[in-house]
């Protein structure tokens, strides 16, 4: 069973920073199944990112991803208030044919 | 538009049964695969549920192999999920997303909340 690690639990920055966001897979995941959502309260989750690097419709390029094998990246180049979120990443492919990361808070500091 | 929207949800006692809907527009229904995913209170996203765009290929997380039955009608532009033997750890806000062809979930609904409790 393939288990993705996000890493750090809760991210504190400021407005106008650099926010990077970790995914770490138990075993290598192909860069075509790495997704990125982000949830905010009381939303539902929305895509921000998939095939590890392509941004979705309508993402602001401020939004990038990267990575390969176990190792995955999400990074806001420059926070924006409405970017204060939880995100999640996921694999699809391995058993279980979706997995989640157990998501990354990120705050205002 | 496109637009996913669950129902079905409520209370239900341990070892019930629930049937939830999701009714899909703006979009060919049969050119998709669909998620279940459901969210427990306060926790992170679990996938639950697939029924490939045909129909024909079926699966389900182990959490709720058994249990749970995933189905669609193309007719109704609807995905379906019978819950049986429900426990309270099956208490949680159940989206159902479309699934893409690389795997990611680009659609959403709002969610149904189910919640077993005695």
């Known amino acids: 069973e393939i288990v993705l690690t996000q890493s750090p639990g809760t991210l504190s920055l400021s407005p106008g920073e650099r926010a990077t966001l970790s995914c770490r897979a138990s075993?290598?995941?192909?860069?075509?199944?790495l997704a990125w959502y982000q949830q905010k309260p009381g939303q539902a989750p929305r895509l921000l990112i998939y095939?590890?690097?392509s941004r979705a419709t309508g993402v602001p390029d401020r939004f990038s991803g990267s990575g390969s094998g176990t190792d995955f990246t999400l990074t806001i180049s420059r926070l924006e208030p409405e970017d204060f979120a939880v995100y999640y990443c996921q694999q699809y492919g391995s058993s279980p044919l979706w997995t989640f990361g157990q998501g990354t808070k990120v705050e205002i500091k | 538009e496109v637009q996913l929207v669950e129902s079905g949800g409520g209370l239900v006692q341990p070892g019930g049964s629930l049937r939830l809907s999701c009714a899909v527009s703006?979009?060919?229904?049969?050119?998709?695969?669909m998620n279940w995913v459901r969210q427990a209170p306060g926790k992170g996203l679990e996938w639950v549920s697939y029924i490939r765009k045909s129909g024909n290929t079926i699966s389900y997380a182990d959490s709720v192999k058994g249990r749970f039955t995933i189905s669609r009608d193309s007719a109704k532009n609807s995905v379906y999920l019978q819950m049986n033997s429900l426990r309270a750890e099956d208490t949680a806000l159940y989206y159902c997303?479309?699934?893409?062809?690389?795997?990611?979930?680009?659609?959403w609904g709002q969610g149904t909340l189910v919640t077993v409790s005695s």
């Open positions: 075993q290598s995941v192909s860069s075509s199944y």
């Open positions: 997303a479309r699934v893409r062809g690389s795997g990611d979930l680009d659609y």
């Open positions: 095939g590890a690097s």
């Open positions: 703006g979009f060919s229904f049969t050119d998709y695969s």
